[in-house]
């Protein structure tokens, strides 16, 4: 026992003694520590028409909200807008198919003509002789 013990009658730092002892210091404190905290908490909590008033603002709504009939009129007003939108697109594409026609109807036209054309620019350039020519 006198070699377990150090100076000033506390057990030697490698005893299992000063271990145990240390184990319960830090026990200890960390239950005085919970408890400080728990008692900062119980001190600190609302408590009769506060806690009811904190809990009611909880369920407020925050930001901004609009009601049930408010929404339904956005979403039918956006149906129209996407309805017109669509009928305005369905007119464009079909003024598109028209031009597209037409200027397909020109090309085929200038196309056509090609050929009376180079042969009267042969024919001018003498390149080409016709039969009645000769």
Known sequence: MVAE??????PAPTSYAAVGWLMMGLAS????????VGFWRDITRPNGAD??????????????????????GKVVGLEREIHLLRGEIAELE?????????????????????PDRIIAQLSNLHVLRRPHDA
């Open 94 to 114: 079909r003024r598109q198919a028209e031009s597209s026609e037409e200027r397909i109807r020109s090309v085929h036209a200038r196309i056509d003509a090609l």
């Open 51 to 72: 806690a009811i008033t904190q809990a009611a603002t909880q369920f407020q709504p925050r930001g901004d909200y609009i009601t049930r009939r408010e929404w339904d």
């Open 29 to 36: 404190l960390i239950v005085i520590a919970r408890n400080a």
């Open 5 to 10: 013990m150090s100076q000033g009658g506390l």
